[in-house]
RNA sequence: GGGCUUGUAGCUCAGUGGAUAGAGCACUGGCCUCCGGAGCCAGGUGUCGGGGGUUCAAAUCCCCCCAAGCCCGCCA
């Protein structure tokens, strides 16, 4: 919030004295060091390559203005080659944390989105098995996007995208129905490209016993049920563990409902229309090499059977021209990042602006097992469940490992170490925080504070320097929000809270909050609460709880 | 062979074109008669994969090369 005022008042600083300078992108950021201020802009760096005047005499001009601004800047100066840093007065950072203690679980919001209609699609693995710890990443990332959006004033839903048909839908039909003949005794050989895990025994026993006759009715018939009853067993199955890693969807979309209500004939009719669709080798193709693909993409195979490309056209037709979603965010296993292209010329085909479509590709997780690194693999039946994983570690030490990366960045799970209850955890540092503070409170009503009390503290006692970098921390915390929701990355707000988290450790064992002075205990209360908000808050961002005591 | 992503301390990773590149882990040694020791304090590390270029300024942007992972099917 302090930075955003901070931007418009250098703007119209430059308004006033260069009115020939239009727009210029420059920067207020934190600087990484203390001395240089709470606050610093290159403001005059930038300025330089336009006006082709000394960068400090720029800086020295527009400080001269900014100094006016007294109830904001305790100081501002000029440094290096022509910055210009600002030491906020502490009074604005009082202002903050009594907003913090009456706001309380609404503290931090910003509203960048201005109610704008948000879908966030993820995890979406096809129902052919459990989910292992590579979806697990994916849910943890979207579940935590969608909770940063929605503090950032965006209406937000979450979708799961059901691939159930096509050819590893019948793959499982048929695992399932040869697994049954083997239970039965007969002698099977099963293929390698066959769904290997030993879930498929226990679906085909169910099946056996719903359906009596399974083994005499005809291989087609047969397959199709088998099919039918393994999607909606591993998708109660899905459904479940999502539930328990604290991830909710408003939406289960069926790829089959696609066909059903006839949109893929549909589409791809308007498609045609539009010349951009053509056949070819008995097969139907979409031109996608005229809008940056390397090639164009087959929608409907010679075998008359529909890609899934296909359903992916309508899905997105769809999402944006029936349900008006403003902005569509795709959360997609890096292994999907050639779909990208051919997805984003079908927009570009059905004149969708591109932005409108945000894919993020999540890399993989690997598995480190003794030593050795192996990929997921659902049909090789290779991967650690998320919920073997979530009952051994909690899901909170799980979503903030997940949460701790950059989506873009590949994670080794060592799955020894993470199953270990390690004190070393991150996340244990920050939700000890959160207890310490909790437990002070409960300390500060015994020995007979009124909590009430804090909101009408004396802060001006506040002047220690931890006790400024814990001010300044709090009154950031909407800038963090805001970072994190326009860069699409949840782990913005880990980095945060470790840091917040830090430093009130530091302060704790160095200060006494319940002394002496009932003033100044009073105000070191209220900013110890202040920091259990912002952590609350926070931690409620990433999905994960904050603990009254541990 | 082409494409996407990545390469920063021993390990795992931050780093929105800026000032002396940072955390955590691991390692060593200290700190509770006192609000929670899942904590704190003190110790030291870098050819930012390599080489060019753009810029007042490059880990960051552009080009080339090297290495790793993934993708390159009328599979998903």
Same mark, same amino acid.
């Given at each position: 919030?302090?930075?955003?005022?901070?931007?418009?008042?250098?703007?119209?600083?430059?308004?006033?004295?260069?009115?020939?300078?239009?727009?210029?992108?420059?920067?207020?950021?934190?600087?990484?060091?203390?001395?240089?201020?709470?606050?610093?802009?290159?403001?005059?760096?930038?300025?330089?390559?336009?006006?082709?005047?000394?960068?400090?005499?720029?800086?020295?001009?527009?400080?001269?203005?900014?100094?006016?601004?007294?109830?904001?800047?305790?100081?501002?100066?000029?440094?290096?080659?022509?910055?210009?840093?600002?030491?906020?007065?502490?009074?604005?950072?009082?202002?903050?944390?009594?907003?913090?203690?009456?706001?309380?679980?609404?503290?931090?919001?910003?509203?960048?989105?201005?109610?704008?209609?948000?879908?966030?699609?993820?995890?979406?693995?096809?129902?052919?098995?459990?989910?292992?710890?590579?979806?697990?990443?994916?849910?943890?990332?979207?579940?935590?996007?969608?909770?940063?959006?929605?503090?950032?004033?965006?209406?937000?839903?979450?979708?799961?995208?059901?691939?159930?048909?096509?050819?590893?839908?019948?793959?499982?039909?048929?695992?399932?129905?040869?697994?049954?003949?083997?239970?039965?005794?007969?002698?099977?050989?099963?293929?390698?490209?066959?769904?290997?895990?030993?879930?498929?025994?226990?679906?085909?026993?169910?099946?056996?016993?719903?359906?009596?006759?399974?083994?005499?009715?005809?291989?087609?018939?047969?397959?199709?049920?088998?099919?039918?009853?393994?999607?909606?067993?591993?998708?109660?199955?899905?459904?479940?563990?999502?539930?328990?890693?604290?991830?909710?969807?408003?939406?289960?979309?069926?790829?089959?409902?696609?066909?059903?209500?006839?949109?893929?004939?549909?589409?791809?009719?308007?498609?045609?229309?539009?010349?951009?669709?053509?056949?070819?080798?008995?097969?139907?193709?979409?031109?996608?090499?005229?809008?940056?693909?390397?090639?164009?993409?087959?929608?409907?195979?010679?075998?008359?059977?529909?890609? +899934?490309?296909?359903?992916? #056209?309508?899905?997105?037709? !769809? /999402?944006?021209?029936?349900? $008006? *979603? &403003? @902005?569509?965010?795709?959360?997609?296993?890096?292994?999907?990042?050639?779909?990208?292209?051919?997805?984003?010329?079908?927009?570009?085909?059905?004149?969708?602006?591109?932005?409108?479509?945000?894919?993020?590709?999540?890399?993989?997780?690997?598995?480190?097992?003794?030593?050795?690194?192996?990929?997921?693999?659902?049909?090789?039946?290779?991967?650690?469940?998320?919920?073997?994983?979530?009952?051994?570690?909690?899901?909170?030490?799980?979503?903030?490992?997940?949460?701790?990366?950059?989506?873009?960045?590949?994670?080794?799970?060592?799955?020894?170490?993470?199953?270990?209850?390690?004190?070393?955890?991150?996340?244990?540092?920050?939700? +000890?925080?959160?207890?310490? #503070?909790?437990?002070?409170? !409960? /300390?500060?009503?015994?020995? $007979? *504070? &009124? @909590?009430?009390?804090?909101?009408?503290?004396?802060?001006?006692?506040?002047?220690?320097?931890?006790?400024?970098?814990?001010?300044?921390?709090?009154?950031?915390?909407?800038?963090?929000?805001?970072?994190?929701?326009?860069?699409?990355?949840?782990?913005?707000?880990?980095?945060?809270?470790?840091?917040?988290?830090?430093?009130?450790?530091?302060?704790?064992?160095?200060?006494?909050?319940?002394?002496?002075?009932?003033?100044?205990?009073?105000?070191?209360?209220?900013?110890?609460?202040?920091?259990?908000?912002?952590?609350?808050?926070?931690?409620?961002?990433?999905?994960?709880?904050?603990?009254?005591?541990?």
């Amino acid at each position: 919030m302090i930075r955003r005022r901070i931007r418009e008042i250098i703007d119209r600083s430059i308004q006033k004295s260069y009115t020939e300078i239009d727009k210029i992108n420059f920067e207020v950021e934190k600087p990484k060091r203390e001395d240089f201020g709470d606050l610093s802009t290159n403001v005059a760096l930038v300025l330089q390559g336009v006006l082709k005047e000394n960068p400090r005499k720029i800086a020295e001009d527009l400080s001269n203005q900014l100094k006016e601004e007294r109830a904001l800047f305790e100081r501002v100066e000029i440094a290096g080659p022509g910055f210009i840093n600002f030491w906020l007065r502490n009074s604005l950072l009082f202002e903050t944390l009594k907003e913090a203690l009456k706001d309380g679980d609404s503290f931090g919001k910003v509203d960048i989105g201005g109610g704008k209609k948000v879908l966030i699609e993820f995890v979406s693995a096809n129902p052919t098995g459990p989910l292992h710890i590579g979806h697990g990443r994916g849910a943890a990332y979207g579940d935590a996007l969608a909770r940063i959006f929605k503090f950032a004033g965006y209406e937000v839903n979450k979708e799961y995208y059901i691939n159930d048909r096509g050819t590893q839908m019948d793959i499982l039909g048929a695992s399932v129905y040869l697994r049954a003949k083997e239970l039965v005794g007969e002698r099977i050989s099963f293929p390698e490209d066959y769904y290997q895990g030993d879930y498929i025994y226990e679906i085909a026993k169910v099946a056996l016993r719903l359906f009596e006759d399974l083994l005499k009715k005809g291989e087609r018939e047969a397959i199709a049920l088998c099919r039918e009853l393994a999607i909606k067993i591993i998708l109660e199955d899905i459904k479940n563990d999502l539930k328990n890693f604290r991830v909710e969807f408003d939406q289960w979309y069926s790829e089959k409902g696609l066909y059903e209500s006839g949109l893929v004939e549909e589409v791809i009719e308007e498609l045609k229309k539009r010349g951009l669709v053509y056949e070819s080798e008995g097969a139907l193709w979409f031109k996608s090499s005229l809008f940056g693909d390397e090639k164009d993409r087959v929608i409907k195979k010679s075998s008359n059977d529909w890609t +899934y490309f296909a359903s992916d #056209i309508a899905y997105h037709y !769809e /999402k944006f021209f029936k349900r $008006g *979603y &403003d @902005l569509a965010i795709n959360l997609w296993g890096a292994d999907h990042h050639g779909y990208v292209a051919r997805l984003k010329g079908v927009l570009k085909a059905m004149d969708i602006p591109s932005e409108k479509l945000v894919i993020l590709l999540i890399q993989m997780v690997n598995l480190l097992e003794g030593g050795e690194l192996k990929s997921m693999s659902t049909r090789k039946a290779e991967y650690v469940e998320l919920k073997e994983l979530v009952r051994e570690v909690g899901v909170d030490a799980v979503r903030f490992i997940f949460l701790s990366r950059s989506q873009d960045s590949p994670l080794d799970f060592d799955v020894e170490l993470a199953k270990k209850h390690s004190a070393e955890n991150p996340v244990y540092y920050v939700q +000890y925080a959160h207890a310490r #503070i909790c437990s002070l409170k !409960e /300390k500060a009503e015994a020995v $007979g *504070y &009124d @909590l009430e009390e804090i909101h009408r503290a004396d802060l001006t006692l506040l002047r220690e320097k931890e006790e400024l970098a814990l001010l300044k921390r709090i009154a950031e915390f909407s800038d963090h929000v805001e970072l994190a929701a326009t860069q699409f990355a949840p782990y913005k707000i880990t980095y945060f809270l470790l840091d917040l988290a830090g430093i009130f450790h530091e302060y704790y064992n160095k200060f006494r909050i319940l002394g002496e002075d009932k003033d100044l205990s009073l105000a070191r209360l209220a900013l110890s609460e202040g920091c259990r908000i912002v952590i609350n808050n926070g931690l409620n961002l990433l999905g994960v709880s904050s603990p009254n005591r541990m």
